[in-house]
């Protein structure tokens, strides 16, 4: 499986991000936030399920239920998913700050570049 917290590196990004929107705007960026604090929220229910679900994966692969390939396989998909919305809601965290009025251009280009990271996130 591949490394997770890499994997899931989108998350502190995003609840910088939303913490900064709520901070800087008006109804508008609040109501981008709460969007974005809420899909934080349902990324670490979703986090955390596929960490009990793991275990217990482990749990059938020692008693010979499952087969470690078939565990690793859905795993690594479910993993991947998780990390796909992670990286979405990020994208929409990041261009909700750009559009922010008050941000400097350097503030701008700094979340372009790690808009551009984002992309090798995962892979």
Same mark, same amino acid.
């Given at each position: 499986? #591949?490394? *997770?917290? *890499?994997?899931?590196?989108?998350?502190?990004?995003?609840?910088?991000l939303?913490?900064?929107?709520?901070?800087?705007?008006?109804?508008d960026?609040?109501?981008?936030?709460? #969007?974005? @604090? /809420?899909?934080g929220?349902?990324? @670490?229910? !979703?986090g +955390? /399920?596929? $960490?009990?679900?793991? !275990? +217990?994966?482990?749990e059938?692969?020692?008693?010979?239920?499952?087969?470690?390939?078939?565990? /690793?396989?859905?795993?690594? $998909?479910?993993?991947?998913?998780?990390?796909?919305?992670? +990286?979405?809601?990020?994208n929409?965290?990041? %261009?909700?700050?750009?559009? !922010?009025?008050?941000?400097? %251009?350097?503030? #701008?280009? /700094?979340?372009?570049?790690?808009?551009k990271q984002? !992309?090798?996130?995962? +892979?």
């Amino acid at each position: 499986m #591949k490394n *997770t917290q *890499t994997r899931l590196i989108a998350f502190p990004v995003a609840a910088l991000l939303t913490i900064t929107l709520a901070a800087c705007g008006g109804n508008d960026e609040k109501q981008a936030a709460e #969007k974005i @604090q /809420q899909q934080g929220v349902e990324l @670490q229910q !979703q986090g +955390k /399920q596929l $960490q009990e679900d793991a !275990q +217990k994966a482990a749990e059938d692969v020692r008693s010979g239920k499952r087969s470690a390939e078939d565990v /690793q396989k859905e795993l690594e $998909q479910r993993a991947g998913e998780i990390t796909d919305k992670a +990286k979405d809601a990020t994208n929409d965290a990041i %261009d909700a700050a750009k559009e !922010q009025g008050n941000l400097p %251009d350097d503030a #701008k280009k /700094q979340l372009e570049d790690a808009q551009k990271q984002l !992309q090798n996130v995962g +892979k």
